[in-house]
T-cell receptor, first 113, second 111 residues
Framework: AQSVSQHNHHVILSEAASLELGCNYS??????LFWYVQYPGQHLQLLLK??????LVKGIKGFEAEFIKSKFSFNLRKPSVQWSDTAEYFC???????????FGTGTRLQVFP | NAGVTQTPKFRILKIGQSMTLQCTQD?????MYWYRQDPGMGLKLIYY???????DKGEVPNGYNVSRSTTEDFPLRLELAAPSQTSVYFC??????????FGPGTRLTVL
């Protein structure tokens, strides 16, 4: 069965530090890839998505992610985090043989001023 | 557009009670989904629907039922509430299988 792994469960950073959150998936075929963010007490919102084309995708609020097909990875990056980036981040994958998204278990990011 | 709306926001149930979580979307999306979110577990798909009159099970359907009589509404029914169903429930919708839009969630506690 397809799965999505987010190895960083909890990340603590100071403001202005750089961020990289890992996401790996297990599926050999074509995929659509997503990063969602959930701010405290709120619902999930889309940060960015990859369907095809340039493997480096840019999203909202200065986030970007790179799809590396050979590594089955879609890591999320931000050069300089802010306190307002404190949230939980979810990676999700949709394979072409299903109508469903498979979510990772999430990474909780805490940014301290 | 209101997007995806869910009611109620919070609910406490006693074991064995039943309830319906409501979900409505006004984006004319054909796909709708119900997830539950438990701490450290991510989101698990309960049921989904690809259009009115069509529903299918997700990863964790036991103890739940759904119906989809209209494009807009996708209610989730708990027939005999159990403590294991204490969770936050999110409804989502999408146009075909593109980006999913999420509702604000319902926090359910079963005591």
């Amino acid at each position: 069965a397809q799965s999505v792994s987010q190895h960083n469960h909890h990340v603590i950073l100071s403001e202005a530090a750089s961020l990289e959150l890992g996401c790996n998936y297990s599926y050999g075929g074509t995929v659509n890839l997503f990063w969602y963010v959930q701010y405290p007490g709120q619902h999930l919102q889309l940060l960015l998505k990859y369907f095809s084309g340039d493997p480096l995708v840019k999203g909202i609020k200065g986030f970007e992610a790179e799809f590396i097909k050979s590594k089955f990875s879609f890591n999320l990056r931000k050069p300089s985090v802010q306190w307002s980036d404190t949230a939980e981040y979810f990676c999700a994958v949709k394979t072409y043989d299903t109508d469903k998204l498979i979510f990772g278990t999430g990474t909780r990011l805490q940014v301290f001023p | 557009n209101a997007g995806v709306t869910q009611t109620p926001k919070f609910r406490i149930l006693k074991i064995g009670q039943s309830m319906t979580l409501q979900c409505t979307q006004d984006m004319n999306h054909n796909y709708m989904y119900w997830y539950r979110q438990d701490p450290g577990m991510g989101l698990k798909l309960i049921y989904y629907s690809v259009g009115a009159g069509i529903t299918d099970k997700g990863e964790v359907p036991n103890g739940y039922n759904v119906s989809r009589s209209t494009t807009e509404d996708f209610p989730l029914r708990l027939e005999l509430a159990a403590p294991s169903q204490t969770s936050v429930y999110f409804c989502a919708s999408s146009l075909r299988t593109y980006e999913q839009f999420f509702g604000p969630g319902t926090r359910l506690t079963v005591l």
